[in-house]
């Protein structure tokens, strides 16, 4: 019931931004968007499957300027989030992938945010504008051969305390399913 209540949501949600992106209002972020999804169509990879083992790299650069190793995820809840600036649904997801990395973090919860933006410098602004405590890291090149982004945005993948997929998924998620998350603890 929750996944066909998810597709008509999709469905809608594509039917209506489809309709209200006006050819004169197009702009950068539809440019930005197509390029992106042209380049998924030649080099998409699909959403990890539930239960496969996912490998996290070994250090990760951090927008703040640290690092985050992967000895320091071991044991942990891991929410992997690709996401960009530009993306409405990345925004709206955002503000609740935060509550749930500050109320779970303590439990052992770590939400990654892998920003797919063509430019870093766009990223660290719209972290402090909107309030992102969570790491997020820019998916460089080097990077992203070590965690390829899967077609779609938001994507959400939830890497379990064992290392291996837990949840996949590609698009916008309700906010309670985000709070789901949660039960993987």
């Not at 006006?22 to 930005?32: E, K, L, N, S």
């Not at 925004?91 to 063509?118: F, I, N």
């Not at 290392?163 to 998924?169: F, P």
Request: charged residues 20%.
């Amino acid at each position: 019931m929750q996944e066909q209540r998810r597709n008509h949501f999709k469905a809608f949600v594509a039917g209506v931004t489809a309709a209200m992106l006006a050819p004169a209002v197009r702009g950068q972020a539809i440019t930005q968007a197509a390029a992106i999804r042209a380049g998924e169509q030649k080099n998409s990879v699909s959403l990890p499957g539930v239960g496969s083992a996912l490998a996290l790299p070994s250090r990760v650069a951090l927008m703040n300027g640290e690092e985050l190793h992967a000895r320091d995820l071991q044991g942990k809840l891991v929410v992997l989030e690709y996401w960009a600036t530009w993306c409405p649904f990345c925004a709206r997801q955002m503000p609740h992938l935060e509550e749930l990395y500050t109320k779970q973090r303590g439990q052992g919860l770590v939400v990654l945010g892998l920003s797919v933006d063509r430019e870093a410098a766009v990223v660290p602004a719209y972290i402090k504008k909107h309030g992102v405590s969570f790491p997020v890291a820019w998916l460089s090149a080097e990077l992203s051969r070590q965690l390829p982004k899967p077609a779609g945005l938001p994507v959400t993948i939830v890497i379990g305390r064992d290392g291996r997929v837990m949840m996949a998924e590609a698009g916008e998620m309700f906010p309670e399913d985000i709070a789901g998350i949660a039960k993987f603890l």
